[in-house]
Nanobody, 125 residues
């Protein structure tokens, strides 16, 4: 059984930094890619960042480019998200996700097979 366990997050003032991490267990395939999504109250879950297939390339939604950095450690099956220059509009529950098909869209929630339980990130103004 695949489990994704997120850690980190919390409360920070605008302009501050936070990091979140996600460790996957029970993942028997080496062919997978990991991503972060977020969901603010009353809004749909949206793509934030992803590591491409086999760790090549990184992808970001426009609103976080230059502020967030995603990285992965394949040996540990862990993905990290470093968030700098945080804004109140970054407040959301952040979810990590794993997809096991290289042909599926990086950007779509429906492409991801497994999800973490979410971790709250709150940015105060």
């Amino acid at each position: 059984q695949v489990q994704l366990v997120e850690s980190g997050g919390g409360l920070v003032q605008a302009g501050g930094s936070l990091s979140v991490s996600c460790a996957a267990s029970g993942l028997t395939t080496s062919s997978y890619a990991m991503a972060w999504f977020r969901q603010a109250p009353g809004k749909e879950r949206e793509f934030v960042a992803a590591v491409g297939w086999r760790g090549r390339d990184t992808y970001y939604t426009d609103s976080v480019k230059g502020r967030f950095t995603i990285s992965g450690d394949n040996a540990k099956k862990t993905v990290y998200l470093q968030m700098n220059s945080l804004k109140p509009e970054d407040t959301a529950v952040y979810y990590c996700a794993v997809r096991t098909s290289p042909l599926s869209s990086i950007w779509s929630t429906s492409s991801y097979n497994y999800w973490g339980q979410g971790t709250q990130v709150t940015v105060s103004s």
